[in-house]
């Protein structure tokens, strides 16, 4: 069983950066594809981005490219660093786990999941 923790959420000012990051308890995120969704209020669970298990390919929603960055230390964590953040970005990020080697860009192929943390943007 992997339980994973977020970190690094917040309150910033539009145009501000924060970095999240996602820890596993128990093992490192060896073989694991890992990614980052967010939920607004009254809006469905969205992917933000994903990164492959050895950290090669990665994966972004249109919202999220050229603005958000995600990495992993298979060690660690992965982390998400967030730049030019807007208000549209204010939701809970999660942070996703799946042991596979392939790239995972959708909710529903995702086995492991985290509590969330809160990143709200304030204009």
């Known amino acids: 069983q992997v339980q994973l923790a977020e970190s690094g959420g917040g309150l910033v000012q539009a145009g501000g950066s924060l970095r999240l990051s996602c820890a596993a308890s128990g093992r490192p995120f060896i073989n694991y594809a890992l990614g980052w969704f967010r939920q607004a209020p009254g809006k469905e669970r969205e992917f933000v981005a994903a990164i492959n298990w050895s950290g090669d390919r990665t994966a972004y929603a249109d919202s999220a490219k050229g603005r958000f960055t995600i990495s992993r230390d298979n060690s660690i964590a992965v982390t998400l660093q967030m730049n030019s953040l807007k208000p549209e970005d204010t939701a809970v990020y999660y942070c996703?786990?799946?042991?596979?080697?392939?790239?995972?860009?959708?909710?529903?192929?995702?086995?492991?999941w985290g509590q969330g943390t809160q990143v709200t943007v304030s204009s």
């Open positions: 996703a786990a799946d042991r596979t080697m392939l790239l995972r860009a959708t909710a529903h192929e995702y086995a492991y």
